[in-house]
Antibody, heavy 116, light 106 residues
Framework: EVKLVESGGGLVQPGRSLKLSCAAS????????MGWVRQAPGKGLEWIGE????????NYTPSLKDKFTISRDNAQNTLYLQMSKLGSEDTAIYYC?????????WGQGVMVTVSS | DTVLTQSPALAVSPGERVTISCRAS??????MHWYQQKPGQQPTLLIY???NLESGVPARFSGSGSGTDFTLTIDPVEADDTATYYC?????????FGGGTKLELK
């Protein structure tokens, strides 16, 4: 069974940084592109970016390219999202998802709240 | 960025046929995908590449379209289909999602 479990969320002050993790199991992690999508409270989905199997290609939505960094550790079957200079507009549920261009499995999401 | 426009909400009765539309601001060929998100849950993939049914998804769901106009059809609608439905394109970088269509059952 494919499982994606996000962690690392919580309350963070404006301007600070936070790193999310996504533990993958039930499939060969190093064979797949992986991505991050977020959803602000009561809003729609926003694609953040994606990373290929060997981390040689990482794509971001332009508005987040200078704030967020996606990485992965294939030995640990884990995907990461490093977020910096966080603002209230970054308050959202963050989902990791499997795939490139489209996402066939999603984690349950982790909430990030940016507030003083 | 490619903007995907969806109607905000629809209300239908169980057993009826419903079509949910998604219009792109520019052509996305057939690189359009559909997701279902039930309240409090993560999205799940329903349709990929405009018309291909994801494994395990009931045949009541179908997709069509190309270029700028796409449709997700549910026939017949069941009570369990209460959810928000999102389209997503992967033809133009960055990938974008529609604003979602909330489907309510009467």
């Amino acid at each position: 069974e494919v499982k994606l479990v996000e962690s690392g969320g919580g309350l963070v002050q404006p301007g600070r940084s936070l790193k999310l993790s996504c533990a993958a199991s039930g499939f060969s992690f190093n064979d797949y592109w992986m991505g991050w999508v977020r959803q602000a409270p009561g809003k729609g989905l926003e694609w953040i970016g994606e990373i290929n199997q060997d981390s040689s290609t990482i794509n971001y939505t332009p508005s987040l390219k200078d704030k967020f960094t996606i990485s992965r550790d294939n030995a640990q079957n884990t995907l990461y999202l490093q977020m910096s200079k966080l603002g209230s507009e970054d308050t959202a549920i963050y989902y990791c998802a499997r795939g490139w261009e489209l996402f066939d499995y999603w984690g349950q999401g982790v909430m990030v709240t940016v507030s003083s | 960025d490619t903007v995907l426009t969806q109607s905000p909400a629809l209300a239908v009765s169980p057993g009826e046929r419903v079509t949910i539309s998604c219009r792109a601001s520019e052509s996305v060929s057939t690189l359009m995908h559909w997701y279902q998100q039930k309240p409090g849950q993560q999205p799940t993939l329903l349709i990929y590449l405009a018309s291909n049914l994801e494994s395990g998804v009931p045949a009541r769901f179908s997709g069509s379209g190309s270029g700028t106009d796409f449709t997700l059809t549910i026939d017949p609608v069941e009570a369990d289909d209460t959810a928000t439905y999102y389209c997503q394109q992967s033809w133009n970088d960055p990938w974008t999602f529609g604003g979602g269509t909330k489907l309510e059952l009467k």
